[in-house]
């Protein structure tokens, strides 16, 4: 079984501490992606990337970073959380191609205060 | 930008009805995907339809696919309690070989046991 992990399911932080979101998968997947969720917004697609050291800008990248330095790995990088930045957020990985699903993780619910 | 849209957002049934989403889409598509989400979970995904495909099914699940008109549809039959989720429709653009998915905004299903 294809398995997205997490480093936290809840996370509480303070307005303006920089933020670490971790994201591990051990398919071997090329494609990692960061989303937020909002009620009444759907998801939104953050940043994504398409292999080692490699990203693209999603829709809404503002007020966020992320780093790919493993395969496997995936971080979203608050550099310095606001309280807009409250939210659920979701990581996903796909392997190369059009035509294949993506497989998500728990989620992180991030709450800033 | 969001390519997928689904309608209603939000249905409620009783056990054993019968469940139908719609999703919208705007650009030439490779292909469709529905996904699933329960209350404060990641995303799973249920079924993909290619864009030469009409009709699919898993299960309880059929999915069908007009092209001409940019539409999808999601039935559940013979629902279940369990069913009770939210269910996201998700595009890729045919054109610039692009590697992310658009989610819709989801449909949330209630079924009342």
């Known amino acids: 079984d294809v398995k997205v992990t997490q480093s936290s399911r809840y996370l509480v932080k303070r307005t303006g501490e920089k933020v670490f979101l971790e994201c591990v998968q051990d398919m071997d997947h090329e494609n990692m992606f960061w989303y937020r969720q909002d009620p009444g917004l759907g998801l939104r697609l953050i940043y994504f990337s398409y292999d080692v050291k490699m990203k693209e800008k999603g829709d809404i990248p503002e007020g966020y970073s992320v780093s790919r330095e493993k395969k496997e790995r995936f971080s979203l990088i608050l550099e310095s959380a606001s309280t807009n930045q409250t939210s659920m957020y979701l990581c996903?990985?796909?392997?190369?191609?059009?035509?294949?699903?993506?497989?998500f993780g728990p989620g992180t619910r991030l709450t800033v205060t | 930008s969001q390519q997928g849209e689904e309608d209603p957002q939000a249905l409620s049934i009783q056990e054993g009805e019968n469940a139908t989403m719609n999703c919208s889409y705007k650009?030439?598509?490779?292909?469709l995907q529905w996904y699933r989400q329960n209350s404060g979970r990641g995303l799973v995904h249920l079924i993909l339809?290619?864009?030469?495909?009409r009709e699919k099914h898993s299960g309880r699940l059929r999915v069908t696919l007009d092209t001409s008109k940019k539409s999808s549809s999601l039935l559940i039959t013979a629902s279940r309690a369990a069913d009770t989720a939210s269910y996201f429709c998700?595009?890729?653009?045919?054109?610039?070989?692009?590697?992310?998915?658009?989610f819709g905004k989801g449909t949330k299903l209630t079924v009342n046991p």
């Open positions: 996903a990985s796909r392997t190369g191609g059009p035509s294949y699903e993506q497989y």
């Open positions: 650009t030439s598509i490779n292909n």
């Open positions: 998700a595009t890729d653009a045919s054109e610039g070989g692009s590697e992310k998915l658009v």
């Open positions: 339809i290619r864009s030469n495909e």
